[in-house]
């Protein structure tokens, strides 16, 4: 893994996050178990995004990045269309997810010919 001058903002960030929550459960009314899963969703997202950061090495594989983004969004955007076209009210990810999953699968689906090389 390649270091980084965004490792402390992004641990910051989480920490931040993380007092704010537990000052907000003891002295206001936060539903802890949303909570708990909006940090999850936070950590993975961190996680992809230094999965990502550390598969691009040089400027042929910084295309292949930003070209493969392009397309993955291309597909969730028809697939939005698609559920549009269907009736749905709003895009939803596989059943029993919510809607923010498709984050996550398209950053994923776009760092994975970058990881390969």
Known sequence: MRPTNLALPLVSLLLVSLLSSIFNSIYGNLDLEKCFFRHI??????????????????????????????????????????????????????????????VPITCLGSA??????
Do not use: H
């Open 41 to 102: 969703k936070l950590i993975e997202c961190l996680a992809i995004f230094v999965v990502i950061l550390n598969s691009i090495r040089d400027r042929q594989s910084a295309k292949a990045m930003i070209y493969m983004m392009v397309i993955t969004g291309g597909l969730v955007g028809v697939y939005g269309i698609l559920q549009g076209i269907e009736g749905a009210g709003k895009v939803t990810g596989p059943p029993g997810e919510t809607s923010n999953i498709l």
């Open 112 to 117: 994975s010919p970058c990881a390969s090389s």
